[in-house]
């Protein structure tokens, strides 16, 4: 317990710090409303969009045992966009060359891909897991007496 207790303070510590970096670093933005506003509408845009739509999405396509699953996709697919696409659909040139000095657009598609493909295969290895306990189940019971497992020397003619 007093590991857990000294842990959750020095978590909460570090937050503070950081939440105190961050209203350092915007005082100190040549244009902290434009930073504001874009914190601002960054929360909108979360929590009247991407959040309900993750919810939705969750509940009305898949059944409760991929629902998390998908969920987490959602949000770190959701994430990668809202991080990349202001620098995508700015328009002219980024003031600093370096910002973007990469295919963003194709590289967003790719890692979008991958998050798809990961989802899909833990959705695909979590269904054959649960298929192959259920056959295991099923021969415990039935499959034993078949291949002289316990009770292996009664026949019920199903031969």
């Keep these: ?11 909460g510590g570090l937050g503070v710090l950081l939440i105190g970096t961050g209203v350092r ?17 960054a929360l909108v845009l979360h929590d009247g ?17 991929h629902r998390g699953t998908l969920r987490g996709a959602l949000v770190v697919a959701g994430g990668l966009v809202l991080v990349t696409l202001p620098l995508l659909v700015r328009p002219g040139e980024p003031p ?10 194709r590289n967003l598609a790719i890692v979008l891909a991958v998050v798809a493909a990961g989802t899909t295969a833990r959705v695909l290895v979590r269904r054959r897991r649960e298929r192959a306990q259920r056959d295991d189940g099923d021969d415990g019971a039935a499959g034993g007496e ?14």
């Design 25 to 41: 670093l915007v005082v100190a933005e040549p244009d902290p409303a434009g930073v504001l506003l874009w914190l601002a509408g």
């Design 96 to 105: 600093n060359p370096s910002a973007l000095p990469l295919p963003y657009g």
């Design 49 to 65: 969009f991407l959040a309900p739509l993750v919810l939705a999405v969750g509940l009305l396509l898949v059944g409760r045992r």
């Design 146 to 159: 078949r291949d002289g497992g316990v009770g292996g020397g009664r026949d019920d003619g199903d031969g």
């Design 1 to 11: 317990m007093r590991t857990a207790g000294a842990a959750r303070y020095a978590l």
